[in-house]
């Protein structure tokens, strides 16, 4: 399995269908894949109209949380589920666009293995209420001055990056909106590519104004801690030589690291 597309949902019934067509369309012939809905307590038809669908379209998957918890989380159990060694992140109202995922997937394709990448989508114009539009104008240009993550839009849900990435990240509740500093954080690379945006056909908003403001002021200051108390270790290759032992906790003394001839690998 080469890529994993991880959709959570609440009640958007309406949008699975539509979304699923989608990805097929986009998909088929370019990678061997898989659609992973994570439906987070959802109390319409959603979790039936996966169910249907599967009938027809066997790369369809369904994890189900018995109660919400919250999008972070669905995402968490999606990419655990995931057979995939890449994760493309979608939101499940139909506002991100299938067909961009192909191009991203080139771009994942090109990138050398180290350090890790992650490709963030970047919704130049947004189709959303003005509302919406300034909120996130004016939480974007915080957290970029704040977090220095040097990406334009971290809402976008559309985002691929490396499975073993992902769960190596520290998991909190709305991290997905903090992903390219808590990459960096990590020691990987972050590049945003524009990507199309479309208004929402069906269903109603999860989110307010007022709500994602209170929660992102919060997470901010955690997310900044975590940066403030995070290091990335060089690790070196390598193996002792013969006789040699590790320090014991609390020696005064240094265990050497020996790098290992190829003579010593190959026997």
């Given at each position: 399995m080469d890529l994993s597309?991880?959709?959570p949902v609440k009640n958007e019934a309406g949008n699975i269908a539509p979304l699923v067509g989608e990805i097929v369309a986009a998909l088929d012939g370019v990678a061997e894949y898989e659609i992973?809905?994570?439906?987070?307590?959802?109390?319409?038809?959603?979790?039936a109209e996966i169910a249907r669908l599967r009938q027809t379209v066997p790369a369809l998957r369904l994890v189900r949380h018995a109660a919400s918890c919250g999008q972070s989380a669905a995402i968490r159990t999606g990419v655990k589920a995931a057979r995939g060694a890449w994760i493309a992140t979608l939101d499940g109202d139909g506002q991100n666009d299938p067909a961009d995922?192909?191009?991203?997937?080139?771009?994942?394709?090109?990138?050398?293995?180290t350090p890790p990448l992650l490709i963030a989508g970047h919704r130049a114009r947004r189709r959303d209420t003005w509302s919406k539009r300034l909120s996130s104008r004016i939480a974007n240009a915080v957290r970029r001055g704040l977090l220095h993550d040097d990406t334009p839009d971290t809402g976008?849900?559309?985002k691929l990056f490396p499975r073993v990435l992902f769960l190596d990240l520290p998991y909190f509740d709305h991290m997905h909106r903090f992903l390219p500093a808590l990459v960096l954080r990590a020691g990987g690379i972050v590049r945003s590519?524009?990507?199309?945006?479309r208004p929402r056909r069906r269903g109603v908003s999860k989110y307010g104004v007022l709500d994602r403001l209170?929660?992102?002021?919060?997470d901010l200051c955690g997310v900044m801690w975590l940066r403030r108390r995070g290091s990335v270790p060089v690790v070196v290759e390598g193996m002792l030589r013969a006789g040699e032992a590790c320090a014991e906790p609390g020696a005064s003394?240094?265990?050497?690291?020996?790098?290992?001839?190829?003579?010593?690998?190959?026997?």
């Open positions: 597309i991880v959709i992973v809905y994570v439906d987070d307590g959802s109390s319409d038809a959603t979790a995922i192909p191009a991203l997937w080139h771009l994942a394709g090109e990138a050398a293995p976008c849900g559309l590519v524009a990507v199309n945006h209170m929660v992102g002021i919060t003394f240094e265990t050497p690291v020996v790098r290992a001839s190829q003579d010593e690998v190959s026997h």
